[in-house]
């Protein structure tokens, strides 16, 4: 039973290491975009650190507004920190909004 453990542990370790290193090139400019440099302007810019996963996706959508590390900490930022309209409309069922930048779900943790 350990062994099973032990090896979701290391899958985890490998999805996140493969994800850290994903990165994309600012057509404008050649730039390496790492996922580790929006990351850390996310919690520059606003104290919120998105999972490598959501940064990875984000970049994967090859937005050219979202070309660069701090374009996409902006984009994170403001994605979590919008208000939902008030339709004036009262439902039975209230289900939070997932905030999202080009349709990726952002998923991290404030600080």
Excluded at 38 to 52: K, M
Excluded at 76 to 94: D, E, H, Q, R, Y
């Amino acid at each position: 039973m350990k062994h099973i453990g032990l090896l979701s542990v290391l899958a985890v370790l490998a999805l996140g290491a493969a994800l850290a290193g994903c990165q994309t090139i600012n057509p404008t400019t050649g730039d390496v975009v790492k996922v580790t440099d929006v990351r850390t302007a996310a919690v520059a810019a606003c104290g919120f650190l998105p999972t490598a996963e959501t940064v990875a996706s984000i970049i994967r959508t090859n937005d050219p507004k979202l070309a660069t590390a701090s374009a996409i900490a902006e984009a994170i930022c403001a994605a979590i920190t919008a208000k939902p309209s008030n339709s004036g409309a009262v439902t039975l069922f209230s289900v939070p909004s997932v905030p999202k930048v080009n349709g990726v779900p952002i998923k991290g943790v404030s600080g």
